[in-house]
């Protein structure tokens, strides 16, 4: 957000010396300070791609996905949580199962040919798309958490969670008139449920709320299309049993959309899975 410098005034120059003289100071006063009080213009709220904003979606997000507000501690993570998408890893959960594992582990390959991964990259690549840990165990857990001690696998983990989820996510928001908890609640429901062609998609609960209610950016009310994106959302998580606990809707987005903070200012507070949670 850009706020007026309040060290920088307009300049009044020899006109504003020139009004004093010949009125008097008292008589000048009120209408050159109305004058720059009128020039001020508000300026937008920031979106979730304002550092400050990314840095708290990145926090509620691990709240779910980690029970943890540390993200950064995520780059290590690393387990099979019995979705059926093999292993799940790193500051957003990719997936062995769903290519993002494969595509991250590839970039950071590119970036650091001989890295403690590159070696599973055939492996990764068969068991794309199934629950399979075939060729990945015993060891690929720990060499993950090696890799993760990498700063240029935590840059590469960074990358692709912007290109893959952020990105897209905060472009649809804007492209649909939402402002930050909008483009959160787009964020959160990519980063679950991916954005391909089946009707859990992002893409497919988009449109399923678009049936019942316009976003602004097609005239409609920015509350009432959050409601019916998040009703959505919820349908989508219901439909598979390691998503069904809707917390993350129901007791942080929603809680956040029934106060009206639709641009996520803090504090912020909220739970998921019962755990509370506190950005001051």
Not at 7 to 32: D, E, K, M
Not at 213 to 239: C, H, I, S, T
Request: net charge neutral; charged share 25%; proline share 6%.
């Amino acid at each position: 957000m850009v706020h007026p410098n309040p060290g920088r005034t307009a300049r009044p120059g020899a006109s504003r010396r020139t009004v004093l003289a010949v009125l008097g100071a008292s008589v000048a006063a009120l209408p050159l300070l109305k004058a720059t009080h009128v020039a001020a213009a508000p300026a937008a709220a920031p979106g979730l791609d304002d550092p400050a904003k990314k840095e708290i979606a990145m926090k509620l997000v691990s709240s779910a996905e980690n029970s943890s507000l540390d993200w950064k501690a995520q780059y290590k993570y690393i387990e099979d949580i019995g979705d059926g998408r093999g292993y799940t890893a790193g500051i957003i959960g990719f997936c062995s199962g769903t290519g993002d594992m494969l595509d991250l582990v590839q970039l950071y390959t590119d970036r650091r040919p001989g890295n403690v991964l590159a070696k599973y990259l055939p492996a990764l690549r068969r068991v794309n798309g199934s629950d399979s840990h075939d060729g990945l165990d015993p060891n690929y857990p720990k060499d993950w958490r090696k890799a993760a001690q990498d700063t240029a696998f935590q840059q590469a983990q960074n990358d692709e969670r912007d290109r893959v989820y952020f990105n897209p996510a905060v472009a649809q928001g804007k492209s649909d008139g939402l402002r930050a908890l909008g483009q959160f609640a787009y964020y959160d429901a990519i980063v679950m449920h991916g954005d391909g062609d089946d009707p859990t998609s992002f893409r497919n609960i988009r449109k399923r709320a678009l049936r019942s209610a316009k976003p602004p950016a097609q005239g409609g009310d920015e509350v009432r299309y959050l409601n019916a994106f998040l009703d959505a959302r919820v349908w989508a998580m219901k439909q598979e049993e390691a998503h069904s606990d809707t917390s993350r809707v129901d007791t942080e987005q929603r809680v956040f959309l029934r106060k009206g903070n639709l641009d996520l200012d803090t504090p912020l507070d909220w739970k998921v899975y019962g755990d509370p949670y506190h950005i001051g």
